[in-house]
């Protein structure tokens, strides 16, 4: 038999002579300045505090676990082996409830043992625990709301800072909730956790669920995106879903040959190989540019072809960017110098109304209209862009502005009252901001994207700070400066690249 108990004194008293030699030698204290970050979470088990103990703990564990079951075993003796089974459950808590329970669908049971992990999970609860119970939910077809409430009670009561388990945990129940939306956008954040408090366990768990319902929507080059995209943990249900992408965008790897290899690869094979069959006896044909409009009738005077074009467009869920300033180029034609003389014969004999008025009424209609149509940017479409165009997407823009500093002035405002948001709302406070700057960035130029960074680049880093110091939400004031740094790389702002990489490097 192995000498269990010889190795774990002697692990013991290794780890003790060298605590004494390091008080012998007078080890200095860490310059502040040069601290090396040790998060929450942990980037390797290495970086725990309390990893010795925790080998410790699982050595001895270990070897009452083989011992009693070896015992019970060989003598037949009922009581030790079910002792010895339970010690091995002790030992490998979170692999049972991750690989095990959450699989089947059993929430509270996965919750509960994953909480007494002292490895994956021990510095990260009860987000973890929350998270493999809502991983498990997401197994289900129907969940019971009661038990959605449950592990949301049990995530919202957390007195611990926020961390990126805690996200996908309600990124999770968004979805086991029907709120396919914000669950996306909950999960997708993820990626703005430093590494070391959204490890690859957590990460993994929302790059599959993502790639799993773009596939599910047929959105496949949502899917390849994911597979492809770095940030993201590799995993073999990530590359099989990449692979039939690829399959279904008409790319011509991977071979049939390929995609069955991804398969054997693959957890859950009883349940993919119908969809793998499919795949691989598809023919993917790269998606065709969408149709043009229609072409109106010729007997149409100016304002016919706009109505009818409008109409048309009514028909698509999302018209191209061409189709759009197709319509508005037939309104400008219809709107012209014949539609007001003809209003202006009218109201002269009919002895009233404001020719002018009338047509300016029928602009504003028609940019409301065509404006929550337009794309982000209008750079590829050909031609000078019609006056309509231009003021609905200017008048998109300031209302984007507007919202956007509103928004800002509100956060800003509730840091100067030290007024505190539960932690989970906090975050979709940050989500919601986040959002209105990215499509600020994106319906316009350069210069726009340097306004919209203008407007939130030193109240949102004060807002981090204020996180930082006084919230104690360590990990989400270090995603908000990750945000901001990045920004300012891409607009070349030197200054707030420095201040928000120096606050990134604080501990967490």
Same mark, same amino acid.
Request: glycine share 10%.
């Given at each position: ?26 080890? &200095? ?99 973890? &625990? ?11 077809? =129907? #969940?019971? #709301? ?12 957390? =007195? ?32 703005? @956790? ?20 773009? /596939? ?13 995209? =770095? ?54 044909k790269r998606q065709a540019p969408q149709a043009a409009l229609p072409t109106p009738p010729e ?19 999302? #018209? ?26 009218? /109201? ?6 404001? &020719? ?25 479409? &050909? ?35 030290? =007024? ?7 975050w979709r406070e940050l989500l919601a901001l986040r959002g209105l700057y990215r499509q ?40 908000? @400066? ?27």
């Amino acid at each position: 038999m192995v000498p269990v108990g010889a190795i774990l004194v002697a692990v013991v008293l290794g780890l003790r002579a060298l605590n004494a030699a390091q008080n012998r030698q007078g080890t &200095p204290a860490t310059v502040a300045a040069a601290t090396v970050p040790v998060s929450r979470g942990s980037s390797t088990f290495w970086q725990d505090s309390g990893a010795g103990g925790t080998i410790v703990f699982q050595l001895i564990l270990s070897g009452v676990a083989m011992g009693l079951t070896g015992v019970g075993m060989e003598s037949g003796n009922g009581t030790a082996l079910t002792a010895g089974l339970a010690a091995f459950y002790l030992l490998f808590p979170g692999w049972i409830a991750r690989g095990i329970l959450a699989p089947l669908g059993f929430v509270r049971l996965a919750y509960f043992t994953a909480s007494l992990s002292r490895v994956e999970w021990r510095r990260d609860k009860p987000g973890g &625990p929350a998270l493999v119970a809502a991983w498990a939910l997401a197994q289900q077809e =129907k #969940p019971w #709301p009661s038990s959605i409430a449950w592990v949301e009670r049990k995530l919202a009561s957390s =007195k611990a800072a926020l961390q990126g388990s805690g996200v996908v945990a309600f990124g999770l129940l968004e979805a086991s909730k029907g709120r396919l939306e914000s669950a996306r956008d909950w999960l997708d954040s993820v990626l703005m @956790f430093d590494p070391r408090v959204a490890p690859p366990r957590v990460r993994v768990v929302a790059a599959e669920w993502l790639a799993t319902d773009a /596939a599910a929507r047929g959105d496949w080059k949502r899917v390849k995106a994911i597979s492809d995209n =770095k940030k993201w943990p590799g995993s073999s249900t990530l590359t099989l879903l990449g692979a039939l992408a690829g399959r279904m965008l008409g790319e011509p790897l991977p071979t049939n040959a390929g995609l069955w290899f991804w398969w054997l690869l693959a957890p859950r094979r009883l349940w993919t190989r119908g969809f793998v069959k499919q795949a691989a006896e598809h023919r993917g044909k790269r998606q065709a540019p969408q149709a043009a409009l229609p072409t109106p009738p010729e007997a149409l005077d100016a304002m016919g072809r706009a109505t009818f074009l409008t109409l048309a467009l009514k028909g698509y869920s999302s #018209p191209a960017a061409a189709s759009v300033v197709e319509v508005a180029r037939a309104w400008e034609a219809a709107l012209g110098s014949d539609v007001r003389s003809k209003l202006f014969v009218r /109201a002269t004999l009919v002895g009233g109304g404001e &020719p002018d008025a009338a047509v300016e009424e029928v602009r504003q209609l028609v940019e409301q209209a065509l404006g929550p149509l337009l794309p982000g940017k209008l750079n590829d479409v &050909p031609g000078a862009l019609p006056a309509l165009i231009e003021t609905a997407a200017q008048t998109r823009k300031d209302a984007l502005y507007t919202e956007l500093e509103e928004r800002m002035n509100r956060m800003e405002g509730r840091k100067l009252g030290n =007024k505190e948001l539960p932690q989970l709302e906090e975050w979709r406070e940050l989500l919601a901001l986040r959002g209105l700057y990215r499509q600020a960035c994106e319906s316009g130029s350069a210069g726009d994207h340097s306004l919209a960074h203008s407007i939130i680049r030193d109240k949102l880093v004060n807002f981090g700070v204020w996180l930082y110091n006084v919230r104690v939400e360590k990990p989400v004031a270090n995603a908000v @400066f990750r945000m901001l740094e990045a920004e300012a790389v891409a607009l070349g702002d030197s200054d707030s690249e420095a201040l928000n990489k120096k606050n990134g490097a604080c501990d967490l």
